[in-house]
């Protein structure tokens, strides 16, 4: 069987089915709503309290970051909308409580997942952990005790809720799979940070486990066996030792420069969303933000947030770093990531349509904020500030211009900020990565996006699942995009990084390193894994291999060649 590899790592041994009772949750009509709403309320106090010992006892075994997510689990619990619009069911309709929380929940996990992109899908993923969750008390039912187990154990599961991880014995939980989910939830998160091999997204798992099943899960390559023969046992015991002496080897490195073995000084950094991951950045020795990606601030809103309010993040993060870089990223929203309030109307093509550095031109009071708030912070440390989507020339000088405007205003304030702040572009259109010479001249840096530099050039929707097998940062077409955006970013003579998925893949990682990359910027928890793969490479004997890998006709090609090349480098892995 076969899933999406959310957590690396192997784990062998017996499953435990973490069954959930598949409640059927009937309308039914109740005399007394006033009671019936009191029933929910102490539901939803008792899952407060919960909710705030799973907080607590997360923030102390493992972090403040992967406690965040209980935090804004308890902030819903109180949110006057969600709770408002159940009490208002139950009274106004005289339904059973189980019943107005389900329906509330369902329409919010709707609208959610209709978004089809990631950080909305982990929203909706919390919606249904926290409904369920005040269900179960409602019912007064609940799941076995993940935090009892006999015996080490690989917890097999239709879903996986990050409360359910939450209470996993570390100790006792081999690994975990689940027939929903992905890479981006919130449960595969945690699951990262807790170091917990994982995969998602199963289909039929349930019909094919049953208890102490003999199981082997891969949570790189998503592959999942179920009582295999002792040859795959055996093979895979010897990459779990290796794999063992590979995560054991990376806490080395921590502390360390990023320099490669013949002495290429590399910067390495993180992509983060809000100053919460400022916790992993500095876990994982994050050498700077790579990327803010500020839409979170705007998410977690129900209004435009105001100037103050984003001027407070964004200097928070920026304090933290004490000096180091931060690139923030202006307004990214649109298209798949829509916000409610700007009532943004239906578009038959969003990721081509109204989004981003479009809207921010279009919108110049919304963009206007961001810039003031984002220079204002400037004054800080060391910000630069990245203009996402762009795909010409005409919509970098206009929001150049903006921001001159913007900086024009401030110094009539006589408001300070960083008079050398640099402002570079998202190369994520393949418009912008074939015109990069134009632009070099007209930028100070370039960011390589590409999760949606992939999509745009294979012309694959990032988010179909179903595409997923066409969407691969192996295409030779886009091997050919980035190169064209680092040779003409290095004979204009400007910085050019690389904050999409790409950066932190260790198979890809050399042939960028081959082709000139410099600047990588990911996932917190995958820097400590590239630190030690580039201080094990020499650029000099990878330029070679990057040319034949560009030289490739097909994505299955540069995978295989990348893959041959990560081995025959002898990383112990
Ligand atoms: C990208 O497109 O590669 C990128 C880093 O931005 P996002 O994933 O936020 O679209
Ligand atoms: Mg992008």
Redesign the pocket.
Same mark, same amino acid.
């Given at each position: 069987m076969k899933g999406i590899g959310a957590s690396p790592g192997i784990a062998i041994g017996r499953a435990v089915i973490h069954w959930k009772e598949q409640i059927d949750i009937l309308r039914e009509f109740v005399e007394e709503p006033e009671r019936e709403l009191e029933r929910f309320r102490t539901a939803l106090e008792f899952a407060g309290e919960q909710i705030r010992e799973t907080y607590s006892r997360v923030l102390e075994s493992v972090g403040p970051g992967e406690a965040a997510i209980f935090r804004s689990h308890g902030m819903m619990l109180k949110d006057p909308d969600f709770v408002g619009q159940i009490e208002r069911m139950i009274l106004d309709g005289s339904v059973n409580a189980e019943w107005a929380v389900k329906q509330v929940a369902d329409s919010l996990i709707q609208i959610f997942e209709s978004m089809g992109n990631d950080y909305m899908k982990a929203r909706s993923d919390d919606v249904k952990d926290i409904s369920d969750r005040v269900i179960k008390l409602l019912l007064q039912v609940g799941g076995i005790d993940l935090s009892n187990l006999r015996e080490p154990s690989i917890i097999v599961a239709r879903e996986l809720t990050p409360s359910d991880i939450s209470q996993m014995d570390r100790e006792m939980t081999l690994g975990m799979v689940s027939e929903t989910g992905g890479k981006t939830s919130h449960t595969a998160i945690l699951a990262r940070t807790l170091e917990i091999p994982a995969v998602m997204g199963v289909r039929k798992l349930l019909d094919e486990v049953e208890n102490d099943d003999l199981m082997i899960i891969d949570g790189e390559t998503g592959q999942v066996f179920v009582n295999p023969d002792g040859e795959t046992v055996e093979r895979y015991r010897e990459r779990l030792d290796r794999y063992e002496c590979f995560r054991k080897s990376l806490t080395e490195v921590r502390g360390m420069k990023t320099v490669t073995l013949d002495g290429v000084e590399i910067e390495l950094e993180a +992509?983060v969303a809000s100053p919460k991951d400022l916790d992993d950045v500095f876990k994982n020795d994050g050498e700077g933000v790579g #990327?803010y990606?500020t839409e979170f601030l705007y998410f977690d809103s129900s209004l435009l947030p105001p100037e103050d309010t984003q001027f407070e993040q964004y200097r928070d993060v920026v304090v933290a770093m004490t000096g180091r870089p931060v690139v923030i990223r202006t307004l $990214?929203i649109g298209g798949d990531k829509k916000l409610d309030y700007l009532s943004i109307p239906e578009e038959q093509n969003p990721f081509l349509g109204y989004r981003a550095i479009r809207l921010c031109l279009d919108r110049q009071e919304i963009f206007k904020v961001q810039l003031r708030a984002i220079l204002r912070a400037s004054a800080f440390g060391q910000v630069r500030i990245l203009f996402?989507m762009i795909s010409s020339l005409e919509e970098l000088r206009s929001a150049k211009a903006i921001l001159e405007e913007t900086k024009e205003d401030l110094r009539s304030l006589g408001v300070p900020f960083d008079e050398s702040i640099q402002s570079g572009i998202?190369v994520?259109v393949p418009s912008a990565a074939i015109l990069s010479d134009h632009f070099a001249r007209e930028t100070d840096f370039f960011s390589i *996006?590409? +999760? $949606? #530099?992939i999509q745009y050039a294979v012309a694959v929707d990032r988010g179909n699942e179903k595409l997923s097998h066409l969407y691969s940062q192996y295409h030779p077409a886009v091997l050919r995009l980035i190169k064209t955006v680092l040779d003409n970013g290095k004979a204009a003579g400007i910085r050019v990084g690389m904050? *999409?998925?790409s950066a932190g893949d260790p198979k890809l990682i050399p042939i960028l390193l081959g082709m000139g990359l410099t600047e990588f910027s990911m996932n917190p928890s995958s820097i400590l894994q590239a630190r030690w793969i580039l201080r094990n490479l020499r650029k000099g004997d990878l330029e070679e291999a990057a040319l034949k890998a560009l030289s490739l006709g097909t994505a299955e090609e540069v995978e295989e060649y990348c893959s041959r090349l990560l081995q025959t480098l002898n990383l112990c892995r």
């Open positions: +992509n #990327l990606r $990214d996402p998202m994520e *996006g590409t +999760n $949606d #530099l904050c *999409g998925e």
